[in-house]
């Protein structure tokens, strides 16, 4: 379990920088209303995923029949990453697509999420064996590690509120960002 915290709290890590870097500062999706609120939706939805995940694994062992509601978390987040796959690139057509660089960061964390729950899935396996119950079962790891993987969780749930926001197209849901900068400072080399 200590191993799968870890790979979490880097696969945290790195959707931090691709969604300040490539989400908002690159694409500026909040700005883009209409047009990128699927996409922001979908990212919405799975924070709030992520959002338990970080909360929960540190802190609570869910046996027997919890462990399925656990497990519907993690396969709606694979679901839910499968179809942002597909979506973003007709959000993104407009811009030439999705950045080179986000679609290789999008690799690495598929790759640590699958190590995530490769070293996740005997814990699993070992709670649904157990009387169904949700306790309180504080993982051994460093109290930094769990407050950083706390930390992560309110923060991949601030970042789904604020998508959910524009998705909504809600007054100033695109803040900082406006449309016309999104426009004029995304062109890719050679487009009109």
Do not use: C
Not at 5 to 26: C, N, P, R, S
Not at 64 to 90: H, N
């Amino acid at each position: 379990m200590k191993i799968a915290l870890y790979l979490l709290g880097v696969q945290g890590l790195i959707g931090a920088f691709d969604t300040i870097y490539y989400h908002e500062w690159k694409a500026r999706l909040p700005a883009r209303g209409r047009r990128a609120a699927r996409e922001l939706a979908l990212h919405a939805a799975r924070d709030f995923l992520y959002g338990v995940l970080f909360i929960s694994l540190p802190r609570f062992a869910w046996k027997g029949k919890w462990i399925a509601l656990l497990v519907g978390v993690i396969g709606a987040e694979i679901v839910l990453t499968l179809w942002d796959f597909v979506v973003e690139i007709a959000v993104r057509r407009d811009l030439g697509d999705v950045y080179a660089g986000e679609r290789v960061t999008h690799a690495i964390m598929g790759i640590l999420y699958g190590a995530m729950l490769a070293t996740l899935a005997p814990t699993l396996i070992s709670w649904w064996a157990s009387p169904t119950a949700l306790n309180i079962a504080l993982v051994p790891i460093p109290k930094w590690v769990r407050v950083a993987l706390s930390a992560m969780g309110v923060g991949v749930v601030l970042s789904g509120l604020r998508d959910l926001y524009a998705a909504l197209q809600l007054p100033g849901g695109g803040w900082p960002w406006r449309l016309g900068d999104v426009e004029t400072r995304n062109r890719w080399p050679g487009k009109p």
